[in-house]
């Protein structure tokens, strides 16, 4: 059952999420929906339905949403920034229950591959730092091309270039998805692309998320990020 910009199927009010009872319930005519699938509970949709302090809003998201793998995006996006209060929280959250590539990596799935490309971030990295997830881009390309996000940066590989960005240094997340999938650009850089590391763009929302949470943790007086 799609409910698409908490409305009530029935009377067309808006809805209102019951979190300990898992529910969307209409306080006009007293209908409930569960949700089979918890971070697909939709997002208010608009400028001033989105309403993380750790986000500013600076595209029709309206109008974007109506896009249903944006949608399915954006949707996990705002259950992880509701439910969750700390990025290894949402981290845990990766490694237990999301499905990932079988080219991808994570905190205690396929660990092994993070030695495909640890050779050539290791310099860069600081001591401690800690690796939360490997996505490989490229097809037949492993450890060739791909990014990387730590606990303090993300890393974008490919033959050609070679960046890194640390999470607070993170202005702009540019979101795209105008061919069918979806991608976000960080800090408006087309070298710097995160695409979904998962079976579903629930994965990218949720990455998202937590790389959200990241900067605001490294900087808690920082400014909001815009989505452009």
């Not at 995006?73 to 705002?78: V, Y």
Request: net charge negative; glycine share 6%.
């Amino acid at each position: 059952m799609a409910l698409e910009g908490r409305k009530c199927e029935n009377c067309g009010g808006g809805l209102e999420f019951v979190r300990t009872r898992n529910l969307w319930i209409c306080p006009y005519c007293d209908s409930q929906f569960e949700v089979k699938d918890e971070t697909t509970a939709p997002a208010e949709t608009g400028n001033s339905g989105f309403s993380s302090s750790m986000f500013s809003i600076e595209v029709d998201l309206d109008r974007m949403m109506e896009a249903s793998h944006f949608a399915e995006c954006m949707n996990a996006i705002d259950f992880c920034l509701k439910n969750f209060g700390t990025a290894k929280e949402i981290s845990e959250y990766i490694s237990k229950k999301c499905t990932l590539k079988d080219d991808c990596a994570a905190k205690g799935i396929r660990e092994e591959k993070f030695q495909l490309f640890l050779p050539k971030i290791q310099k860069e990295m600081d001591p401690g730092e800690e690796i939360l997830l490997y996505c490989n881009k490229g097809i037949f390309s492993q450890g060739k091309d791909f990014y990387v996000v730590t606990n303090k940066r993300c890393f974008f590989v490919d033959k050609k270039h070679f960046k890194a960005v640390l999470h607070s240094d993170i202005g702009m997340l540019k979101p795209d998805a105008s061919l069918g999938t979806v991608v976000w650009y960080v800090n408006r850089d087309y070298d710097m692309q995160i695409q979904t590391p998962g079976s579903s763009y629930k994965e990218l929302g949720i990455l998202i998320a937590l790389i959200a949470l990241l900067s605001f943790e490294q900087d808690p007086n920082r400014e909001p990020i815009a989505i452009i």
